[in-house]
């Protein structure tokens, strides 16, 4: 079975593959910007359905409380998705502009991969916990904690890792017991809905159990959180739209749940290993073009190492070229579309506005004359209360800071609206440690260290988010707690 489709592709809404009521829309390749095809593009009788069905999986079958046949339906997903994967990684860089090599990780194998630890979830956990005898009020009574379903999730998420984003919602929302209405983005919505044709061509998820709506609008997403036939809303995007999510979702105080921008320091101490330290930071910036909500896009070096930390850091990243994200070296690829390559200019202007020194790069490559390429460029000669260190511009662009010692370090890296990510290099434990524990943000990294994994918790502090997705605690996000209790 080839899953590019012939026309468009198509919505999942009660377990049928259904065209848009709006037509279709199409599709770009960000590295060519050529049309790849055409995806259902749904109206809100569309997402009314989808919803509808969601709650009508959730309240009249069996399935939150079968979890041996959600574990099934994972496993079985995985396995059929993997058995695509090469049509499928191929597509992702088309559609997403994702480099190669990504697609056999992040961009696609690896978030499949983590279904089955989703599943293994479904089977393994507590459900039900003892917590013994107790005499409340005098009374001996008998008690325990029941884990259930939360219901039904609307799921929203943004084109920069479609696949890792979709799954990392997907998986833990159904191996929970839920029902799921998934709006992907409008610049990548076949990593969605190809997927949706999977499950309803090769897999046995009952009807209603998961329903997938592209759509051209945004307005679907502001739909889906203001309904209230919706427990959760689930969200990853960008901070501005996180706040427009939970004031919508105040109206019915359904639960949200936001994974949102980031801002991330790379910090370098003295004792570190300089060049090796820079180059991380390059290839970290430039990856997937800086696309990556936790990408370390602030380098913060010692001051007195300034000048040699821009000199090598800058070679690395000139040697980093923006390319063709088919061709296997590549790790730059493009922006995802002309708007969000207007937007990380406009930041490069205003670098320089602010009295920014433009080490390397700085604009389109000269080589390119489609796609939407930006060269990798590090931006020196600003503090930290420069915009462009403390906006996120979602580019490969990097903006190296000077520090005066550890404690400034952290105070710089601290010293931002976001907390999501993070990097320390270093030699000696302790001051590696001291500055791990005090920078307020949901990963760190060490000397290179990668958290990325099913069973790391991942989310932000601050402005980049509430909660967190994968691990236990990211399943945990859509579980209810019942108290019970009878006499003993
Ligand atoms: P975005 O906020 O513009 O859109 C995200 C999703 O929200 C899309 O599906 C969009 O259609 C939908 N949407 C837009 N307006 C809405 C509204 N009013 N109500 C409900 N839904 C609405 O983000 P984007 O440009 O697609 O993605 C880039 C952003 O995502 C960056 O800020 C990045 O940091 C963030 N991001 C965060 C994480 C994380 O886990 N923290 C991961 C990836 C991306």
């Not at 489709?5 to 009660?14: A, F, R």
């Amino acid at each position: 079975m080839t899953l590019r489709p012939q026309n468009s592709s198509d919505l999942l809404i009660d377990g049928k593959l259904v065209p848009g009521s709006q037509g279709s829309f199409p599709i770009l390749n960000p590295a060519t910007e050529q049309v790849i095809g055409h995806a259902a593009d749904a109206g809100p009788d569309d997402m009314d359905a989808a919803i509808d069905s969601a709650r009508r999986a959730f309240d009249t079958t069996g399935w939150s409380r079968d979890h041996a046949l959600r574990a099934r339906c994972l496993r079985q997903l995985r396995d059929a998705l993997l058995t695509h994967s090469d049509e499928f990684r191929a597509l992702t860089t088309e559609e997403v502009g994702a480099p190669a090599f990504l697609t056999g990780g992040p961009q696609f194998e690896g978030p499949v991969r983590d279904l089955g630890y989703f599943a293994d979830l479904a089977e393994n956990y507590e459900w039900t916990r003892d917590l013994g005898r107790a005499e409340p009020m005098g009374i001996p009574n008998l008690r325990e904690i029941r884990h259930e379903a939360a219901g039904v999730v609307g799921a929203i998420t943004p084109w920069n890792f479609p696949h890792q984003i979709n799954f990392a919602k997907i998986g833990p929302a159904l191996a929970a017991g839920c029902t799921v209405v998934l709006k992907p983005a409008p610049d990548t919505p076949w990593a969605a809905a190809l997927v949706g044709k999977v499950i309803a061509e090769e897999t046995d998820f009952p009807p209603g159990v998961i329903n997938i709506v592209t759509s051209s609008d945004h307005s679907l997403g502001e739909q889906l959180v203001a309904d209230p036939r919706v427990d959760i809303v689930s969200f990853t995007g960008s901070t501005a739209t996180g706040r427009k999510v939970m004031a919508a979702a105040t109206q019915n105080l359904t639960k949200v749940f936001l994974e949102l921008g980031g801002k991330s320091a790379f910090i370098v101490l003295d004792d570190a290993d300089l060049n090796g330290a820079c180059s991380m930071a390059a290839f970290n910036v430039v990856t997937h073009a800086g696309q990556g909500c936790a990408i370390t896009t602030r380098l913060l070096v010692p001051r007195e190492k300034l000048a040699e930390a821009i000199a090598a850091t800058g070679k690395a990243m000139a040697g980093l070229k923006a390319d063709d994200p088919s061709k296997p070296g590549t790790i730059c690829g493009p922006l995802i579309s002309a708007a969000q390559r207007e937007r990380v200019e406009g930041y490069l202007e205003l670098a320089v506005e602010e009295g920014g020194t433009i080490e390397c790069g700085g604009g389109r490559p000269a080589d390119k004359e489609k796609g939407f390429f930006i060269e990798p460029t590090l931006i020196s000669g600003l503090d930290n209360s420069a915009r462009v260190a403390q906006e996120e511009i979602f580019g490969p662009v990097l903006v190296i800071l000077p520090h005066d010692g550890d404690d400034d370090a952290i105070r710089i890296a601290n010293d931002s609206p976001y907390g999501l990510s993070g990097m320390v290099y270093g030699s000696d434990e302790a001051r590696v440690n001291h500055v791990v524990d005090s920078v307020r943000t949901g990963t760190m990294g060490v000397n290179g260290g990668i958290w990325y994994a099913a069973d790391v918790p991942f989310g932000g502090y601050k402005h980049s988010g509430i909660g967190r997705e994968m691990g236990v605690a990211g399943f945990e996000e859509y579980l209810e707690t019942k108290s019970v209790a009878k006499p003993a």
